[in-house]
């Protein structure tokens, strides 16, 4: 897919603090850290995505958030490092999955097609082909992404469908969350030779 560095795709990606599970696969809400605010928007940047989304119901973290954008966007951030300003412009903060919904349909004038990732197996499965071959059409998308140990089954309620999970050579798969969001939007997003092989 051929494009201007500078374009933006119809895809947003967003990643959701509540409600996801911890270890004992109980519903919690999760801490925003500072490594998934700076280094999945450097991804997101990369690869075109046109808002990335931090989905959290706690006011405290979303003036936090807040507060760490206004020195990278108009603060000293913004002189010290203009490229790091510039992908942490595409950020959007919303408190819920309703209003990050509401948004997203209200931005593309419709509602777009949710896929979410999971590091299990899972039903409705869209190929990464597919998914290449929806976004050439300009059909706009929305991923999301779960902090914890994922998503948890209320989150799910309004998915279209799942990314197939990544997997490694052995049975060890325990990926971050900004490895996987990175990986998932190289093969999603990234320039190919229109002779590849559509996997």
């Not at 519903?27 to 500072?34: C, E, F, L, S």
């Not at 203009?82 to 309703?98: F, K, M, N, V, W």
């Not at 197996?121 to 190929?127: N, Q």
Request: charged fraction near 25%.
């Amino acid at each position: 897919m051929k494009r201007d560095d500078a374009r933006r795709l119809p895809v947003d990606l967003a990643l959701v603090h509540y409600p996801v599970l911890n270890r004992r696969g109980e519903t919690i809400g999760a801490a925003v850290t500072n490594l998934d605010l700076h280094d999945i928007a450097r991804a997101a940047r990369t690869y075109g995505i046109d808002t990335y989304w931090l989905v959290t119901p706690f006011r405290e973290q979303r003036q936090m958030v807040g507060e760490i954008l206004d020195h990278w966007r108009r603060g000293h951030g913004a002189l010290y490092n203009p490229l790091r300003s510039e992908a942490l412009s595409r950020i959007g903060l919303c408190a819920d999955l309703e209003e990050l919904l509401e948004r997203t349909t209200e931005k593309w004038g419709e509602k777009p097609l949710v896929l979410a990732t999971s590091a299990g197996a899972a039903d409705a499965l869209f190929p990464y082909g597919r998914v290449r071959g929806l976004i050439s059409d300009r059909r706009p998308l929305l991923l999301l992404f779960g902090t914890g140990w994922g998503l948890a089954p209320e989150a799910l309620v309004s998915v279209d469908g799942f990314l197939p999970p990544l997997h490694g050579p052995g049975e060890y798969n325990h990926l971050s969350v900004r490895s996987a969001a990175s990986i998932i939007l190289d093969r999603l997003l990234a320039d190919r030779d229109e002779n590849e092989e559509n996997k």
